[in-house]
C-alpha cells in the first residue's frame, strides 16, 4: 500500500475530527522519533495508524476481539474502548499490512502503556497526549518535558490518565500500573518523581 492509500482507507474509517488527531500524532510522533534517534518512518506509520480502530463501536470491539482470538480481561470487558488499541494492531496487519512488530506493539498500547515499553512505543503513547489539538491544563509542560527527558514526560502523562480515570470513577487497567511503576523504578532519579 503507498502512503497515499494508507491514509484515504484510515479516513474513511474515521470522523474527520479523529483523522486530524491521526495526523497530528503522526507528526508529534515523527519530532519525538527525530529528537530521540528512532527511526521516523516506523514512527510515522504507527502515529497515523494507532487510532485506527476508534471509529469501532464497544459492540465491534467486543466482537473483533472475539473474532481476532484476542483475550480480553475483565477490565477491558467493562472499559470496552480500551479494546481499540489492541483490536487497531491488529486491524493495521490486516487492513494496512503493517507487520512490524515494534509498530504493532505501539499500537497495541498506546492507550494503557504496558510494562517494558520500547522507545518506539513510549513516543507514540506520549505523541498522543501532547499532539497539536490537545488542551488539558498541564499540556504545554508536558510537550516541553516531552523534549528534554522522555521517560519523565511519559511518567507525567501516565500520572495524568489515572488522575482523570479515578476522578471518573473508572477502572485503571494494570498494565497502566505496571508502566508507571517501571518507569520510576527504572529512574530512580529526583527529577522524575510524579507530579502534583
Ligand atoms: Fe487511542
Ligand atoms: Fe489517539
Redesign the pocket.
Known amino acids: 500500500m503507498t502512503i497515499e492509500q494508507v491514509k484515504c482507507k484510515l479516513q474513511s474509517m474515521l470522523t474527520p475530527k479523529r483523522f486530524a ?2 495526523l497530528a ?1 503522526r507528526d508529534a510522533s515523527i519530532r519525538l522519533a527525530q529528537h530521540y534517534g528512532v527511526d521516523e518512518h516506523k514512527a510515522a506509520a504507527a502515529g497515523l495508524l ?2 485506527c480502530a ?1 471509529g469501532l463501536s464497544e459492540e465491534q470491539l467486543l466482537k473483533l476481539a472475539d473474532e481476532f482470538g484476542i483475550l480480553i480481561d475483565s477490565i477491558q470487558k467493562s472499559e470496552a474502548g480500551l479494546l481499540h488499541a489492541p483490536i487497531g494492531a491488529e486491524l493495521a496487519r490486516k487492513e494496512f499490512d503493517v507487520h512490524d512488530r515494534e509498530i504493532l506493539t505501539a499500537i497495541r498500547y ?1 492507550t494503557t502503556g504496558c510494562e517494558d515499553m520500547g522507545l518506539l512505543a513510549k513516543i507514540i503513547c506520549l505523541a ?1 497526549f501532547i ?1 497539536e489539538g490537545r488542551n488539558f491544563p498541564e499540556v504545554e509542560d508536558l510537550r516541553r518535558i516531552a523534549f528534554a527527558d522522555l521517560d519523565a514526560a511519559l511518567l507525567m502523562g501516565m500520572d495524568l490518565t489515572i488522575k482523570h480515570v479515578i476522578s471518573k470513577g473508572s477502572l485503571i487497567h494494570p498494565d497502566t500500573v505496571k508502566a508507571r511503576n517501571n518507569l520510576i523504578l527504572r529512574n530512580p532519579q529526583p527529577g522524575i518523581k510524579a507530579c502534583d
Open positions: 488527531h491521526s500524532v494507532h487510532d476508534k498506546h498522543d499532539a
